[in-house]
């Protein structure tokens, strides 16, 4: 079981960028997609963004199209997420996780090994 460890969160203000990281541990980090997702308080959790093993599909959520980007240094088995022109909305903790394949998946269900978690807030 991999243990996935994110960084980079904090307390910033509308309009600020911010970039969180994810550091896995074990083998074949580069065989599995990668995901982000966050949950707000009282809100479910919801996909953000997710990237595929080779780092070719990248899907993204409406909310974050054009500001988020995902990306992978599958040599540093870390995963990213650059988090530009940020919104109050946009507060939450996020986690990310790791595919239970090669593949991208927006459910949360494909995915099996997370992280603890880091919390992004964001003030108007």
């Known amino acids: 079981q991999a243990q996935l460890v994110e960084s980079g969160g904090g307390l910033v203000q509308a309009g600020d960028s911010l970039r969180l990281s994810c550091a896995a541990s074990g083998r074949s980090f580069s065989s599995y997609g990668m995901g982000w997702f966050r949950q707000a308080p009282g809100k479910e959790r919801e996909f953000v963004a997710a990237v595929a093993s080779s780092g070719g599909s990248k899907p993204y959520a409406d909310s974050v199209k054009g500001r988020f980007f995902i990306s992978r240094d599958n040599s540093r088995n870390t995963v990213y997420l650059q988090m530009n022109n940020l919104k109050p909305e946009d507060t939450a903790v996020y986690y990310c996780?790791?595919?239970?394949?090669?593949?991208?998946?927006?459910?949360?269900?494909?995915?099996?090994?997370w992280g603890q978690g880091t919390q992004v807030t964001v003030s108007p």
């Open positions: 996780a790791k595919s239970a394949g090669w593949y991208v998946s927006r459910n949360a269900e494909q995915y099996g090994d």
